[in-house]
């Protein structure tokens, strides 16, 4: 009877151990999950994907997704429209997103118990004893790390993922940046085509004009040469730049994911930049102010953040490695009956057991400890230098900003509309006979100079800008809205 009642109290108190033990456990698992749930589900263009809106998951139909997909380019886009695309289907933007969702997986491996282990023995000799001859044995043993391992690595593995996140946001920002970078190199290339076709036009115009001249003796050969040597000139710049479209069409569409040679339609007014309603203004413009925002929101910032966190974590971790690990389980012992007659009837034998990992071997520890401070010290190191490389680029962005917004200013308001009269003027003063036919070709090439840089202004200025909403984070948040309604 005394045996039963022990048997009894060790298994309940080996089910109530595990059942705290276990309920430990589960706990730190919703507060895992809970963390997890709460980091932010980014859009993303695979069709199982799902979209974050109003702080519930709705899932997007690949119905939906193919049937915007076949109009989603048509005619000529805009730059917004193109960058949607380049969010929808770029490889290196997925890539990023599943290492993010890949990261979210590991904090419920690492935070739960390790899986308990079963045990069974078979006694090749009978051990002998009053009650009878113990044949087996069957026993299960839970490993118990020290009080907040677990709750530790299910941190670091939720700043791991977090880390993952803004590495996201990071391609994520520097995609949409490079695509308005290559939208206006090409924009620029096919204007600079424009203009100089239309100057070589004009030239040949003159040509016409100076050979029936030549040839009624009222004009000169040497103003014949001059002009076939400017229109030689003009039309190799025209081959240049139409080779020239290949490779940049190539790079545009690569960040697009699609075929290289494919063709990129272009709106007319892609350059024609309004200034006062750029990404930011000249008011704006200040650095310190810049800075803090660039501290606040820059991923790759925000990335090293994560990092050191998770350092933190590490280190606190590695510091309870020094205490031991338990195990807490039980055997159970089969007894089997006496031959002799008369003997007391044989119970099988219930043995509670308890493991400790003892942590003697303290060198390896210490390093274990070392290496985490280390790492640590590195990921602030490396963020001090992030940061210095980051202001670098957010001065010389604001540079070229109030640079090219100067030039803008400059050649569409003054340089070639004045250019353009004093053409026009020497133009009628070369017909007149005042004027000779090299000074008519300075103010040209001037005119032509000068039509070349403000379109060159234009584009610097739309890529300067979104440079700077790149550093900024400008570009985190766009597109959610477009995708969350299920318009990719």
């Not at 979209?51 to 989603?72: D, M, P, R, Y």
């Not at 100089?196 to 003159?206: D, G, Q, S, V, Y």
């Not at 008011?283 to 501290?295: H, Y």
């Not at 090293?304 to 974590?313: G, L, R, Y």
């Amino acid at each position: 009877m005394i045996r039963k009642l022990i048997h009894i109290w060790l298994h309940g108190l080996l089910v109530v151990g595990l059942a705290l033990l276990s309920a430990c456990s589960s706990t730190y698992n919703e507060k895992s999950k809970t963390i997890a749930d709460s980091a932010r589900e980014l859009p993303t263009a695979d069709v199982a994907e799902r979209v974050a809106t109003g702080g519930k998951f709705q899932a997007v139909s690949s119905e939906a997704i193919s049937e915007t997909s076949s109009l989603f380019l048509s005619g000529k886009p805009s730059l917004d429209e193109y960058i949607l695309f380049a969010l929808k289907e770029s490889s290196e933007l997925k890539s990023a997103f599943e290492a993010y969702r890949a990261a979210l997986q590991k904090s419920p491996q690492v935070s739960t118990l390790p899986d308990p282990t079963l045990n069974y023995g078979y006694f090749l000799k009978e051990v002998e004893t009053r009650v009878g001859p113990q044949d087996q044995r069957i026993g299960v043993m839970q490993p118990i790390p020290w009080f907040g391992k677990l709750t530790l690595k299910g941190e670091i593995a939720d700043s791991e993922a977090k880390a993952a996140f803004y590495a996201f946001l990071a391609k994520k920002n520097k995609l949409v940046a490079s695509v308005t970078d290559a939208y206006f190199e090409l924009a620029y290339l096919r204007s600079a085509t424009e203009i100089t076709n239309a100057n070589f036009e004009l030239l040949k115009r003159w040509e016409q004009v100076l050979n029936q001249r030549y040839r009624s003796q009222t004009g000169t050969q040497a103003n014949l040469i001059k002009v076939q040597v400017e229109l030689g000139t003009l039309e190799d710049k025209v081959e240049e730049l139409k080779d020239f479209e290949a490779p940049l069409r190539a790079r545009f569409n690569a960040l697009l994911n699609r075929q290289a040679l494919e063709e990129v339609p272009i709106a007319d007014s892609a350059l024609e930049a309004t200034l006062d309603t750029s990404l930011k203004t000249a008011v704006e413009l200040n650095q310190q102010a810049l800075e803090a925002q660039l501290s606040r929101n820059n991923p790759d910032l925000l990335y090293i953040d994560a990092v050191i966190k998770a350092k933190e974590s590490g280190i606190e971790l590695a510091n309870k490695n020094f205490y031991p690990d338990f195990g807490i389980g039980a055997d159970y012992v089969f007894v089997g009956d006496r031959e002799q007659a008369g003997s007391e009837s044989s119970d099988d034998a219930l043995v509670g057991m308890l493991s400790i990992r003892l942590p003697l071997y303290r060198s390896k520890y210490e390093a274990g400890l070392s290496q985490a401070k280390k790492e640590k010290r590195s990921a602030k190191e490396m963020k001090k230098a992030r940061i210095y490389a980051l202001h670098s680029e957010l001065a010389k962005s604001i540079f070229e900003i109030k640079d090219s917004k100067r030039r803008v200013k400059l050649y569409r308001n003054t340089l070639v509309p004045k250019s353009e009269e004093s053409l026009e003027s020497t133009y009628t003063a070369f017909e007149s006979g005042e004027s000779s036919f090299l000074d008519l070709l300075d103010a040209e090439r001037i005119f032509l100079e000068f039509k070349l840089s403000l379109a060159r202004a234009q584009a610097d200025y739309q890529t300067a800008n979104a440079e700077l909403a790149a550093l900024l984070g400008d570009f985190s948040s766009m597109g959610d809205e477009t995708l969350s309604k299920g318009a990719l």
